[in-house]
């Protein structure tokens, strides 16, 4: 089946540790995104790659990074660096050229906690 | 820079009635506008696009969405509303030409009552 896959699920992070997030597509999408989710706050893009080797920073990039070594996937590091990371991250991937097929997929998420 | 704004955090309705959430944007150019629906702790969902031509246009699950450019607003609409349509929508925009980042609004929670 075609999708977007993220693991795991759930993630607990100790105070000073990075983590990292998979994120994983078999649709052949060019571009791919990462968001964070918070009560109230919609989501805010945190990073995006609309091509292998190249990503850019979204509204909220700070203590976080990013790579994108192959077309299928895009893994997200939460760094000690980012001073509240528990949230609920969500990995999303598109086709880059304009068009009709515009829409972004969505994976499952994963609920990341400090504890 | 884009942006959304969905002015309503929660929407109620009885079920069976009509249903709107709001959506308004701002974007550079002419827009790719979307609808999402999230249940909890799950991904978001995709609904509807508006990306040119007709102004309303139809998705899944009964829902609707009327673009009206002057007033850059793209509000999602239902004739007649369910129990099971209670979620959290998001709306997003897009700048048209390829390759553009995606932007939310904050979401508006809709709840169907019996």
């Known amino acids: 089946d075609g999708g977007i896959t993220q693991s795991p699920k759930y993630l607990f992070r100790k105070e000073g540790q990075n983590v990292t997030l998979s994120c994983e597509q078999n649709?052949?999408?060019?571009?791919m995104y990462w968001y964070r989710q918070d009560p109230g706050q919609g989501l805010r893009l945190i990073y995006y790659?609309?091509?292998?080797?190249?990503?850019q920073k979204g509204d909220i990039a700070e203590g976080y990074s990013v790579s994108r070594e192959k077309k299928e996937s895009f893994p997200l590091t939460v760094t000690s660096a980012q001073k509240n990371p528990t949230a609920f991250y969500l990995c999303?991937?598109?086709?880059?050229?304009?068009?009709?097929?515009?829409?972004?997929?969505f994976g499952q998420g994963t609920r990341l906690t400090v504890v | 820079a884009q942006s959304v704004a969905q002015p309503e955090d929660q929407v109620n309705v009885a079920e069976g009635n009509p249903l709107t959430v709001k959506c308004t944007y701002s974007?550079?150019?002419?827009?790719?506008l979307f609808w999402y629906v999230q249940y909890p702790n799950r991904g978001l969902q995709f609904l509807l696009k508006?990306?040119?031509?007709?102004?309303l246009v139809k998705g899944s699950y009964g829902f609707e969405a009327e673009f009206n450019k002057s007033q850059t607003s793209f509000h999602l609409k239902k004739p007649s509303a369910l129990v099971s349509d209670s979620a959290l929508y998001f709306c997003?925009?897009?700048?048209?030409?390829?390759?553009?980042?995606?932007?939310f609004g904050t979401g508006t929670q809709l709840k169907v009552e019996l």
């Open positions: 999303a991937s598109s086709f880059v050229a304009a068009g009709a097929n515009t829409e972004a997929f």
């Open positions: 649709l052949n999408h060019d571009a």
């Open positions: 790659s609309q091509i292998v080797n190249d990503f």
């Open positions: 974007v550079s150019g002419n827009p790719y």
């Open positions: 508006y990306i040119t031509g007709d102004n």
């Open positions: 997003a925009v897009r700048a048209s030409g390829g390759g553009n980042k995606l932007t």
